[in-house]
């Protein structure tokens, strides 16, 4: 029985075995059965896509049977085009209908409700643009990076609502609604784990400030992400530059208030222990790099705190010096020897020769409107050259002396071979060009007043272009000057001057003059840092006085003799150079270096003034470490002049006035020779100046853009031809001292000087407060 039972059993599963054989066997010809052969596709739905576009992603074509896996494969390439909404494909005999409903196409991207960001800013970063296919990934990609741009500027809150408006021809106009929100700023900065220096002291180091009502002209006192990054980094260089060389940020984190306003930021530090400089020296297998010369360049040594920022201006100065030396390729390591039990890094510079890499080529980024060829002829390298990292840094900062660019950045990359790389110079263009009035106060000049045309950038060209018209209490000038810099497509400029000027001395010295002339100038580099710049001035000088004042026209003695004598006009053929020699570290805020220029001019070569006539000046800066402040730099300043006729005396037009601006503590003309009983100023034959000024910091904010200054002027002037009885000139040596405060203002520069004259003669005119201010709208 039991074996009976099971095998009744095996036979009935048998059985059920072949049923279920038999059921598939029979399936699988039904399915073959519907994959019908297709004579014909259709297209249904297209607007402007033409049908046999659509036809050529079909992964089916007539006279092939169509399956579900050809079917499901060209629904997934119709719809990886982007050129649809919706797909569907059907079948009907043998004619396969594919029906589409097309995406349609942009006819405008609007924004609505943005203040803060301008509208041509937000076109950057949108993909969908006109005439373009619209499609839902792409408007949600858009949306993101609105809404990340506002993040960028401070504003967390900010929400971007996409909406299409329906037009005929399956058209639409996207318009992004943005809801701005408030600015999401920087409650509070905190700082756990430090120990050494103060919050306020991290504080100050960082570039996001703390939200205060005085930064409302400025983005830093808001959240950026990018900006806390950078932060860690400039809390690391604080700290290594003070010595702490196992400093290290552990986490730097944001914190949302619960209002949703602003961000609590908390930087998490260790700071360690304080190293000092051991043994520091210089190693080098190149025979021509003395090492005992190479020593005197390191900034660090023995004993002094640890300053990785003297590191990086050692390895600096020995690169120059190689490249000096003609060894471009240099490669400078420092190799550090750490004794943490002593809290002492020794350190040894290895100067090795490393290997040759040619410039394969140089790409200018961010030119829109200046020609590539005036950003390349101030490049001291060229495509072939060998590169030269003194060259690469010379040509950077002869580029942002152009003025013609905010930034100015040199990048490398590697080129088509280990031996060659690509230079990316990438440049953001600033106005050039100003249609300008001015308005200003001067304690000297009494109300300013400025209205010019000036190009110098004419038509992208790196011409100069300037029509003026000054006035003030006591100067009007009107001028037209045109200057080419590459004349020719040569390193020769050349330009024109056309000037009238009226200058009223009527207070200083009881006259006025009026200057009309003509100069031709031209200019060559001698050197790399030296320039020569010959020209031709033709130049007619009316002198006029009030005959009220002359006793020679039976006046009443008002003005001086001497004055009275040098009234009527003068003509002046003059030819004459400017030699300027630059070195400074920055062309337009140095902080190291130096520069000197001398000039001088013949009259003679016809007109009636016949003199010689030479002025010089030599400026010196240096940054300096000055009670633990940093961005402090001091200025020397010495400028000189001396006129001398060929014949009779020097006329009152190209004597020397000096005071006010130009030697504080003393009113305009106020310092020099002077008629004693008019007390009329009558300008000197010489003069020699010189200033030491420092500037720094004041502790406010760094946007607000204050600093101060203490300055101590010193000098003469003086040395008249003829001197008379009534005549003071005692060529003796003056000087005043005294405290200024600049401020860089949205409005325009601001300057308060107040100055004490401390030696000075009897006769000269002091003022104790200068204040000067102007604009441009």
Not at 625 to 639: L, M, P
Request: contains cysteine; glycine residues 8%; proline residues 3%.
């Amino acid at each position: 029985m039991f074996l009976k039972y099971h095998a009744a059993r095996i036979v009935g599963a048998f059985a059920l075995l072949l049923v279920a054989l038999g059921v598939v066997s029979l399936a699988v010809p039904a399915a073959h059965a519907e994959a019908v052969l297709i004579q014909k596709v259709v297209v249904q739905g297209n607007q402007r896509i033409e049908a046999a576009t659509v036809l050529s992603y079909l992964a089916v074509q007539p006279g092939e049977k169509a399956t579900t896996a050809q079917v499901d494969a060209s629904l997934k390439a119709l719809f990886a085009t982007g050129l649809f909404a919706d797909v569907t494909i059907e079948q009907d005999g043998g004619t396969l209908i594919v029906k589409v409903v097309e995406n349609p196409i942009i006819n405008r991207v609007l924004f609505e409700g943005n203040k803060r960001l301008k509208e041509e800013d937000l076109a950057k970063e949108v993909q969908l643009l006109p005439r373009t296919v619209y499609t839902r990934a792409k408007v949600q990609s858009d949306v993101q990076r609105i809404v990340e741009l506002y993040r960028r500027a401070g504003r967390y809150a900010s929400t971007v609502e996409p909406k299409l408006i329906q037009l005929e021809q399956n058209r639409v106009n996207l318009v992004f609604e943005i809801t701005e929100g408030p600015k999401t700023g920087v409650r509070r900065i905190n700082f756990i784990g430090n120990d050494l220096f103060s919050d306020a002291t991290l504080r100050d180091t960082l570039s996001t400030k703390e939200t205060r009502w005085w930064r409302f002209l400025t983005q830093n006192d808001s959240y950026d992400q990018d900006r806390l990054t950078y932060d860690r980094e400039v809390l690391r260089r604080f700290y290594l530059s003070r010595g702490y060389a196992d400093f290290r940020v552990i986490s730097a984190v944001a914190d949302l208030t619960p209002d949703g306003k602003d961000f609590f930021i908390t930087f998490t530090v260790e700071e360690g222990e304080q190293y000092r400089f051991g043994d520091v020296d210089v190693a080098t297998n190149i025979s021509a790099l003395d090492p005992t010369v190479l020593r005197p360049l390191l900034t660090m040594k023995p004993g002094q705190i640890y300053d990785v920022k003297k590191i990086d201006d050692s390895i600096d100065a020995l690169i120059y010096a190689a490249g000096t030396k003609g060894y471009a390729f240099v490669d400078v390591r420092p190799r550090v020897h750490r004794d943490r039990e002593n809290h002492i890094i020794g350190i040894t510079f290895e100067v090795n020769e490393g290997p040759r890499v040619y410039v394969e080529k140089i790409n200018i980024n961010g030119n829109s409107r200046t020609l590539d060829k005036v950003i390349r002829r101030e490049f001291r390298l060229s495509e072939g050259d060998a590169f030269n990292r003194v060259l690469v840094d010379r040509s950077k900062s002869r580029i942002r002396g152009l003025g013609y660019f905010k930034k100015v950045e040199i990048t490398e990359e590697q080129g088509s071979a280990p031996d060659r790389t690509v230079l990316n110079v990438d440049v953001q263009e600033q106005s050039t060009g100003e249609l300008s009035l001015g308005a200003g106060y001067s304690s000297a000049d009494s109300i300013l007043f400025d209205a010019s045309v000036t190009e110098r950038n004419l038509l992208g060209r790196g011409q100069f272009l300037r029509l003026r018209l000054a006035a003030s209490g006591r100067r009007q000038q009107v001028d037209i000057r045109f200057l080419e810099p590459y004349f020719l497509d040569r390193n020769l400029s050349a330009g024109f001057d056309i000037f009238k000027t009226r200058t009223d001395y009527t207070n200083e010295g009881g006259f006025n003059t009026d200057a009309t002339g003509l100069v031709l100038r031209t200019g060559f580099p001698l050197t790399e840092y030296s320039r020569i710049a010959p020209r031709y001035t033709l130049r007619v000088d009316d002198i006029r006085v009030d005959n009220a004042g002359c006793t020679r026209y039976g006046g009443n003695g008002t003005i001086s003799d001497t004055v009275c004598r040098e009234q009527g006009s003068s003509s002046s053929s003059i030819l004459g150079y400017t030699y300027t020699l630059d070195k400074r570290n920055d062309p337009l805020q140095p902080t190291g270096g130096f520069s000197f220029d001398v000039s001088q001019d013949v009259a003679g070569l016809g007109g009636s003034e016949q003199y010689l006539k030479t002025e010089g000046g030599f400026t010196a800066y240096k940054a300096i470490r000055w009670f633990g402040w940093s961005k402090v730099v001091a200025k020397f300043d010495a400028s000189f002049g001396y006129v001398y006729a060929f014949e009779d005396e020097v006329n009152l037009a190209d004597r020397f006035f000096k005071g006010s601006s130009t030697f504080r503590g003393f009113k305009t003309a106020g310092v020099g020779p002077r008629d004693t009983r008019t007390s009329d100023s009558l300008g000197g034959d010489v003069y020699g100046i010189g200033t030491v000024e420092v500037t720094f910091p004041l502790g406010l904010p760094e946007e607000l853009g204050i600093t101060g200054a203490l300055f101590s002027d010193f000098g003469t002037v003086g040395k008249l031809d003829d001197p008379n009885p009534v005549m003071r000139d005692d060529l003796s040596l003056r000087m005043s001292v005294g405290v200024g405060v600049l401020w860089n203002s949205p409005f325009g520069p601001v300057r308060l000087d107040f100055a004490n004259a401390m030696l000075k003669e009897d006769y000269d005119q002091t003022e104790v407060f200068r204040f000067s201010a102007g604009t441009r709208f």
